[in-house]
């Protein structure tokens, strides 16, 4: 009788420990089921975070994508715009050349050999006063950071310098100046002279600018254009000097600020 009661209290000691092996491992396993969850949780949140993500992206590609097509479709009809003016301007000429006489006009017919391409900016005083006032509205855009103001001095494309000199449309133009006005916020221009030959116009300038963290630049600038008819820009360049004002074109006629 004793052995079967050592027997059994060893037997229930031995079930005990298994007992509590048992409610472990079902601990054990029940922590790992909750992380499996929390983790299966957290892979679903992330996918869903991915959908939205992947969702929000498409819709912003397309927006980009409409945005390109209308800024294409912009600049289709200002080269249609352009195209349409020179073909114009070539009527006109034609016109010009083939004009006959009508009475009481003392306008003939002339060979189209001897016909000149008419000047565009005659030297005269009024073509003097008129690039003078173009000239400083120029460099007022500039200095206020108009962009519509500055824009309306160039044609819808230009040949332009910092475009590794190549004819871009006139935002491009634009959009590069506003680097430069972000790089120097503070912008002062005291104009010197202004010469001109034709369509060609040289504007000679002083400029002090000021930007961040007390930086400031001064010097000498000479912008050169080349303008269309109506006076717009369509090629443009710079020549800057530190110490001295670049001097203007030879044969050019120039017209002094203090004129």
């Given amino acids: 009788m004793h052995t079967e009661k050592k027997a059994f209290a ?34 679903l949140l992330k996918e869903k975070e991915n959908s939205r993500l992947l969702e929000t992206l498409q819709k912003k590609e397309k927006a980009v994508e ?15 715009a352009t195209k349409r003016i020179e073909a114009l301007e070539k009527e006109l000429g034609a016109i010009t050349r083939n004009n006959i006489g009508i009475p009481g006009n003392s306008v003939e017919r002339v060979n189209s050999s001897t016909v000149k391409p008419p000047i565009i900016n005659p030297p005269c005083p009024e073509t003097d006063k008129s690039l003078l006032q173009t000239s400083l509205a120029y460099l007022r855009a500039r200095k206020q950071g108009t962009a519509t103001a500055l824009a309306d001095h160039f044609a819808p494309y230009c040949n ?66 080349e303008t269309n008819s109506i006076g717009q820009i369509i090629h443009w360049r710079e020549e800057l000097n530190s110490k001295t004002p670049p001097a203007a074109s030879e044969g050019y006629r120039i017209i002094s600020k203090n004129n």
């Fill in 10 to 43: 060893e037997q229930t000691v031995q079930l005990e420990k298994d007992a509590e092996a048992l409610s472990e491992t079902i601990t054990l396993l029940r922590q790992k089921q909750e992380e499996a969850r929390k983790g299966n949780q957290t892979k």
């Fill in 66 to 80: 409409q945005i390109r097509q209308k800024h294409n479709s912009v600049l289709a009809e200002q080269s249609n």
């Fill in 160 to 225: 332009y310098q910092y475009a590794n000199n190549r004819e871009v449309s006139k935002e491009i133009v634009i959009n590069d100046v506003r680097k430069f006005w972000n790089k120097w916020p503070q912008r002062n221009y005291r104009l010197l002279e202004v010469a001109y030959k034709n369509n060609h116009v040289e504007i000679i300038y002083i400029y002090k600018y000021a930007g961040q963290r007390g930086r400031s630049l001064q010097g000498y600038a000479k912008e050169i254009w």
